[in-house]
């Protein structure tokens, strides 16, 4: 993971143009640098209840503790989706409260303890966004397990990729999604929570005899409100992610229940929530940022979280900001280039004044995006950088505090983030080099599930994590994203992994190689771009590419399908067989392919 040599300094630029913040604001965190210097996490602990009582599982610090007390009757979550569907012909528009909540999640927890389920095992979580999905992880939280969130996208090869490595032994799902699990392939898979109408069998929906179906309506309606949360320890598991790395299959990321104590103090600083505020966390919580701060954060704080179903829809989301007068809103550049693209007429017929305060996280937020969601609302989106892997926001800009347009900000209080050369020494400002993060700190992951040589990895240069982006750091002291390290897509905000998208490209059997990488795309960041060559007897042809492209998107995810595909005489790859993803890059931008001595032949 070596950085690239800064050869074009034209990054390195002194961006003057600054967003000042008035002297006085109401913000939670007042004085950034003052904090900073005297910042512990022990005293975050104190804001929980297992500080006390040494009894730890975060369903109770989100959930239980809020409905025992002045908060039982708030809304902990509004839900609306207006999709019709033959389920729901008029749409849903629902909201639930923290004793809502309570009661709900219990049930669940009840209906999995009867059949068994218990702590540590992993329960996979494939449900649109939905009150279902969000009333499933909090029961799971309940009994200890651990939540395995599947994004609604997946298809049938990354299902199977994460359910056996997880090793899940229950399956929570929608009959429409059900033909993507393969069952056969997965011998513990034990248990099919349904969420639905359905009366099928095991033979109607072809499971083998294994499998136990249980219905989420049925089942829910004869359970009981009550129940104790399994107690763990600060050290349990809380939640696996699954991201991509530029080599291999996805990785699980596992999480401990102590990062909630980070969950909590960012959502406190960053997102700067409030008891009053209507929060909407635009993220699905298939990825990080819909479990830490679409769950985790907003409900320990005790907040009113908005969750809006169904497709990405321009108009639905100025109208959610407007439904429920939104006060902080979180979301990603992609987002806000895709309103963009739509233009001011849509914002302009919708009232956007509930808004305070706007974050944003899973790219460089480009000024333009900027500045124009800053017209629609007068607010400046702030950044956030952080990871699957880092559990929580490491490197923010603060309400309160001024910062320029282009950084992603200042290290957390609490954390330390800085740029190293290979060797681990920090650089001088302004000097491209690996962006670390100082260990350890609450959010960081607790394991790559089953695979402790990836985990190493991160961590190779003592004293660090490796975060795998290249940056600087300015004299003022704030970062900035460069790029990648190593050869990991965003697309959309979504971290793509080339190699997973070459395998499934390689299933095709006109494919004989394929090299995969990001293309500059200015709506998306970056497309997912292949280099494929044929086998004998394959002709190119826009059909065949729209074919293949089809075909990822069956097995894999939309989002990973390659949007632009080129056929070549020959992968470029090196002596060793690895796919010179370099040369890829440059055939793409028709520039001069540089150094290819390792190339073979
Ligand atoms: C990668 C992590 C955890 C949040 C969602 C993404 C990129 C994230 C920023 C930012 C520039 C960013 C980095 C990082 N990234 N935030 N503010 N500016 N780049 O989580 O899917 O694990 O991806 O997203 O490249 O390494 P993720």
Not at 265 to 286: H, M
Not at 401 to 419: E, H, N, Q, S
């Amino acid at each position: 993971m070596k950085a690239k040599p800064a050869k074009n300094a034209s990054f390195v630029q002194e961006s003057s143009e600054w967003v000042r913040k008035p002297k006085k604001m109401d913000a939670n965190l007042q004085d950034y640098f003052k904090a900073y210097k005297n910042f512990s996490w022990k005293n975050v602990e104190k804001e929980f209840d297992w500080h006390k009582t040494k009894k730890v599982n975060i369903v109770h610090e989100m959930i239980d503790r809020h409905a025992a007390g002045v908060r039982k009757n708030k809304v902990a979550l509004y839900f609306w989706d207006p999709t019709s569907t033959s389920f729901h012909p008029q749409g849903r528009d629902e909201k639930y409260t923290f004793l809502d909540l309570k009661n709900l999640s219990s049930r669940f927890g009840n209906v999995l303890k009867k059949n068994q389920i218990k702590k540590k095992d992993r329960i996979a979580v494939f449900l649109p966004r939905t009150p279902e999905l969000y009333i499933s992880i909090l029961g799971i939280h309940r009994i200890g397990a651990i939540p395995v969130p599947l994004f609604e996208a997946f298809m049938e090869a990354a299902i199977e990729d994460r359910l056996s490595n997880s090793e899940a032994n229950t399956i929570v799902t929608t009959p429409e999604l059900l033909s993507r699990i393969p069952f056969s392939k997965l011998p513990h898979l034990k248990h099919l929570v349904f969420v639905g109408q359905t009366s099928g069998t095991n033979t109607s929906y072809g499971l083998p005899p294994t499998v136990r179906i249980h219905h989420y309506y049925e089942e829910m309606k004869s359970a009981s409100n009550y129940l104790e949360p399994a107690w763990l320890g600060v050290d349990d598991g809380l939640v696996i992610h699954y991201t991509s790395g530029s080599t291999g299959r996805s990785k699980g990321v596992l999480h401990r229940q102590y990062a909630m104590v980070g969950h909590f103090q960012t959502s406190k600083w960053a997102l700067d929530l409030k008891e009053e505020d209507v929060y909407w966390c635009t993220a699905d919580p298939g990825w990080v940022t819909g479990t830490s701060y679409g769950i985790y954060g907003p409900w320990t704080m005790g907040i009113s979280s908005v969750v809006l179903g169904g497709r990405f829809a321009v108009e639905r989301w100025y109208e959610a900001i407007e439904k429920y007068q939104v006060s902080v809103w979180y979301s990603a550049p992609t987002a806000f280039r895709m309103l963009m693209a739509h233009g001011k007429e849509i914002p302009a017929r919708h009232h956007l004044k509930s808004l305070r305060h706007i974050c944003s996280v899973g790219e460089p937020l480009n000024p333009e995006a900027l500045r124009w969601i800053r017209e629609i609302t007068g607010l400046a989106p702030h950044e956030t950088w952080w990871m699957t892997e880092t559990g929580m926001h490491i490197i923010c800009n603060y309400r309160s505090l001024d910062f320029k347009i282009g950084a992603m900000g200042r290290p957390f209080p609490g954390t330390y983030a800085t740029v190293v050369d290979d060797k681990g020494k920090e650089l001088p400002p302004n000097t491209l080099g690996n962006l670390v993060v100082k260990t350890p700190w609450p959010g960081m992951m607790k394991e790559i599930w089953g695979n402790p040589a990836k985990y190493k990895e991160y961590f190779r240069i003592k004293g660090w994590y490796l975060s795998g982006d290249t940056a600087y750091r300015d004299k003022e002291g704030f970062l900035w994203f460069a790029g990648r390290a190593d050869d990991v897509i965003k697309t959309a905000g979504e971290r793509v992994g080339p190699f997973e998208v070459e395998s499934a490209l390689v299933q095709h059997p006109a494919v004989a190689e394929a090299g995969v990488i990001g293309k500059p795309d200015e709506l998306r960041g970056h497309i997912i771009k292949a280099f494929i060559s044929l086998r004998s007897g394959f002709t190119p042809s826009d059909i065949l590419k729209k074919e293949i492209s089809e075909f990822v998107r069956k097995n894999m995810a939309a989002h990973a399908a390659p949007r632009e595909i080129e056929f070549c005489e020959k992968v470029p790859k090196t002596r060793s067989g690895k796919i010179m993803r370099r040369v890829l890059r440059a055939w793409d931008q028709g520039i001069p392919v540089g150094d290819i001595s390792t190339m073979e032949e």
